[in-house]
């Protein structure tokens, strides 16, 4: 998520000679600074398991519980921050059975230990907290507890909190760079009511003030935000997936009156949705956890193994096609996309939320990859060239880093345009294929940088496309390919920000065949006899640049 909906009015893009570099005029705090930043009071513990054990009290819409911390110490340290927002109490941190003293500044939480906690120690302490969550006015768009009715009256209640983060309802160490290894979320429901987490359901239990418990076990790493509650009257029902490793469990949650519409549309969707990714990226990357879609009163949420739905059973996002050219109707968004996030944003997650781009365009990217799986490579590109209707060009996709910003939603669109046009420069479709299925293996339930995902591709294709990410990503300016003609011949040149830009570009003479060059940014001459700044064609269909013809 959180792609929104946009009717945009393409206006006439003009490309200036000279790019300008945008400048960031974002003001940020020492508390964007505490949520964003790794600082050693943060980098001197690795998280390895979570147990969060809260209660839902629907009716005073307020929660209370505990999250246990298990931990090993990177150096050693007497202090340590985690996260919780301001407006949630701590009740106590206890650890070794006593009371640890801490301070609040802002969403963090500064605990001191009695003594000092050694290096390569494994450890543990327990946050006991309580309060009132932030309510989410526009969830997914903004974070927090969703209380809704369903159609029957019955209380529906979720939550999601990308962006925002996890700290917006429960204590964490609130940085994405630090996913725990694998986690027990207990969640305790009234009566009559169920919860679905994420993971596999160990346990029911009846409790004595009259509300259940589920207690679900998540055997992968997981990032924080993808920790989900969901409460309502659930029904069940389940499949299985003969995938590249194994059997994979499918497991569906819905309100009951949605069960027939469900039944169908997951039924047309999963199954070729899992076999698109699997052919492009490799293995779904939680068997063990399986798969899961669970039906929310929000649209949806890339919640891991427990996919967050609420696109009412229909084709399209809402129902609209986001690329104009039919191709985006003729399968469910909400199940593509968020479970194209399993692989890209849950398998491979971005350490920094500046580095969003490695999970939106590259699932972005999926859906065209998932249309190109049942419909052919041509439709797949028509698809992601009608995307391009909702890219702005307003400012760069790679937000700041270290305050937890993330950057233009062009990360979405232009991100999966980038792509499309790295397939067509490494111009070998099995590699490709090979190389993002090398990028879920490589960094197979890690969290990488932006460096780390450029560099493995240009290894893999053997190319220098940094320059290529750069601009596209750094930048909010295309880059423009100028054509001149100097003595009867043509020459070309780019026109960009990005340092010592260049990128091979399919050009042809009307009628011909389409071959590469590569010009710099400085002119050189077009190597096609007869080429002219008349006859000469640009794929602009893989291309997303501007074109300068003097
Ligand atoms: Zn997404």
């Known amino acids: 998520m959180k792609i929104r909906l946009l009717l945009i009015l393409l206006l006439a893009a003009s490309l200036s000679a000279r790019a300008q570099l945008l400048e960031n005029k974002d003001a940020f705090t020492h508390a964007d600074t505490l949520r964003g930043s790794l600082s050693l009071l943060r980098t001197c513990y690795d998280i390895n398991y979570y147990h969060l054990d809260v209660k839902v009290n629907i009716d005073q819409k307020a929660i209370s519980g505990s999250n246990q911390f298990k931990f090993t110490a990177t150096q050693d340290f007497t202090k340590l921050q985690f996260d919780l927002f301001a407006n949630l109490n701590v009740d106590k941190v206890v650890y070794k059975g006593q009371t640890l003293p801490f301070t609040r500044e802002a969403n963090a939480v500064f605990v001191t230990f009695p003594q000092t906690i050694t290096k390569s120690s494994r450890d543990e302490f327990t946050v006991y907290y309580s309060g009132k969550p932030t309510i989410a006015v526009n969830a997914p768009w903004d974070g927090g507890f969703v209380f809704k009715k369903d159609s029957l009256g019955k209380p529906w209640v979720a939550t999601a909190c990308e962006g925002v983060g996890a700290s917006i309802w429960w204590p964490n160490k609130d940085h994405l760079s630090d996913e725990v290894d694998s986690m027990m979320i207990s969640i ?97 990357p939680f068997y063990e956890d399986g798969y899961k ?13 427990a996919t967050a739905y609420g696109n009412h059973f229909l084709n399209g996002y809402l129902g609209y096609d986001m690329s104009g050219t039919g191709w985006g109707l ?118 990488v940088t932006y460096d780390q995902v450029v560099n493995y591709i240009n290894t893999q294709s053997g190319k220098n496309l940094l320059p290529v990410f750069d601009q596209y990503l750094y930048y909010k300016n295309l880059p423009t390919l100028e054509f001149a003609t100097q003595d009867g011949k043509l020459l070309s040149r780019w026109i960009a920000d990005a340092q010592d830009f260049t990128m091979p570009v399919l050009v042809k003479i009307k009628g011909g065949e389409y071959k590469f060059i590569t010009p710099t940014n400085h002119f050189t001459p077009v190597a096609i006899d007869g080429a002219t700044e008349t006859n000469i064609e640009v794929d602009t269909f893989n291309y997303y640049i501007g074109i300068l013809k003097d």
Not at 263 to 280: C, S
């Open 188 to 284: 305790s429901v009234p009566k009559g009511l169920k919860d679905v987490s994420n993971g596999r359901l160990r346990k029911v239990t009846p409790l004595k003030d009259g509300y259940t418990r589920f207690d679900w076990f998540v055997a992968n790493p997981i990032n924080n935000y993808d920790v989900a509650a969901n409460i309502g009257d659930y029904t069940h029902f389940s499949d299985t997936y003969d995938g590249e490793k194994g059997k994979l469990t499918l497991d569906y949650w819905v309100l009951p009156a949605s069960l027939a519409k469900a039944k169908k549309q997951f039924g047309q969707n999963v199954k070729p949705m899992l076999k698109a990714f699997e052919y492009w990226f490799g293995p779904y």
């Open 330 to 447: 003729k399968w469910d968004y909400i199940i593509v996309h968020e479970s194209g996030h399993e692989w890209f944003g849950n398998n491979i997650t971005g350490k920094d939320l500046a580095d969003m781009w490695i999970h939106e365009s590259f699932t972005c990217y999926s859906e065209s990859l998932f249309i190109d799986n049942n419909w052919g490579k041509k439709a797949g590109q028509e698809y992601n060239n009608g995307l391009r209707a909702g890219i702005s060009n307003d400012s760069p996709i790679v937000g700041v880093y270290n305050v937890n910003k993330e950057g233009s939603g062009d990360m979405y669109p232009k991100g999966a345009v980038l792509l499309n046009m790295v397939r067509t420069i490494i111009n070998d479709d099995e590699k490709w294929r090979t190389i993002l299925r090398g990028l879920n293996s490589t960094f197979y339930h890690q969290t």
């Open 293 to 305: 879609l669970v039906e929310t009163p929000h649209l949806g949420m890339e919640h891991q193994s």
